[in-house]
């Protein structure tokens, strides 16, 4: 856990270091060509790699289920919210609803599984991580993303064309639960895990640069306004509460999965909103402060053992 967090701190600090070294255009280029490789290269890459091994059987629980009731309600909360009461623009809305349903369950989530359930914890986690997590990106959000951002197009057609065909995670998530095992060979599903290692430092990275290019004077300024501090509280404090809610309504879940619901706002909120348009002050804003809280919370847990 503690190098998870070092590992963190040192990423977006090296990101705001090389914003403040580069410049702001030349910042600028290098954050946009680290999220498109990420985008059309490194995620694809591990989407499909991972999902043609990934073993598909029964009995992985009806938690999960509920995890997809709950995020689709807290969706439906945060575009009620945005558009309806704080009256944001459509990129704003959408970056509100994105970065309030993809949660950090793999970077953030598993490590403190472990940390403070122990291995018999990590399964369940694992399982949210790739059967809810991984839809939730590359099918939900980037739906969102083409539904509400300013580079899908105009009409309809446009964005649902913009949706199926650049969305590349998507292609290969498909390509990857429909081809045979043998296409992925064991030594590329090794690569594939370790990329998924280096994106980490990369994404954090990336926020580092966002970051520090909402510094006025050279102080890193992230004010929590009321947009930001309605997407804290709809990603840390209505996501568990719903879950804990329908689990309390129907059946009971594993601990991991409430770890799992009160994640931070995931990386791919960034991937997603740089893609297809959406805020990124409103997506770089939500991840800083909701990681910054969960980090917090997580130190103290992983010194207390549940």
């Not at 403040?20 to 060509?33: D, I, S, T, Y």
């Not at 704080?86 to 970056?95: D, H, S």
């Not at 997603?272 to 002050?281: C, F, I, K, N, S």
Request: proline share 5%; charged share 10%.
């Amino acid at each position: 856990m503690a190098a998870v967090v070092a590992a963190i701190a040192a990423s977006v600090g090296a990101g705001a270091f090389a914003e403040r070294r580069l410049g702001e255009g030349l910042a600028g280029r290098l954050n946009r060509l680290v999220l498109t490789s990420i985008f059309w290269v490194l995620l694809p890459f591990v989407t499909f790699f991972s999902l043609a091994r990934l073993p598909v059987t029964a009995g992985v629980g009806a938690g999960l289920a509920l995890a997809y009731v709950e995020l689709g309600l807290v969706a439906v909360v945060a575009y009620v919210l945005g558009s309806r009461v704080l009256r944001l623009t459509r990129p704003c809305t959408g970056a509100l609803v994105v970065v309030s349903i993809l949660a950090n369950t793999g970077y953030l989530g598993l490590p403190l599984i472990a940390a403070t359930l122990g291995a018999q914890g990590l399964a369940a986690g694992i399982a949210w991580d790739s059967l809810v997590s991984g839809p939730m990106f590359y099918v939900v959000a980037m739906a969102i993303g083409a539904s509400l951002g300013t580079r899908a197009g105009q009409s309809a057609r446009e964005r649902l064309s913009t949706f199926v065909l650049r969305n590349p995670p998507l292609l290969a998530a498909v390509a990857g639960l429909l081809a045979p095992s043998w296409m992925a060979p064991q030594a590329l599903v090794d690569i594939a895990h370790v990329v998924v290692y280096a994106l980490l430092p990369t994404g954090f990275f990336v926020l580092g640069i966002n970051m520090a290019a909402e510094a006025e004077e050279g102080t890193l300024r992230l004010p929590l306004t009321r947009a930001t501090a309605t997407a804290v509280g709809l990603r840390l404090l209505l996501a568990p509460a719903l879950l804990a809610a329908l689990s309390a309504l129907t059946i009971g879940v594993p601990k991991a999965y409430f770890v799992q619901a009160a994640m931070p706002g995931g990386i791919n909120s960034l991937v997603v909103a740089h893609a297809y348009g959406l805020d990124l002050r409103l997506t770089t804003s939500a991840i800083a402060w909701t990681t910054g809280i969960a980090l917090t919370v997580a130190v103290v847990l992983a010194v207390t053992p549940l």
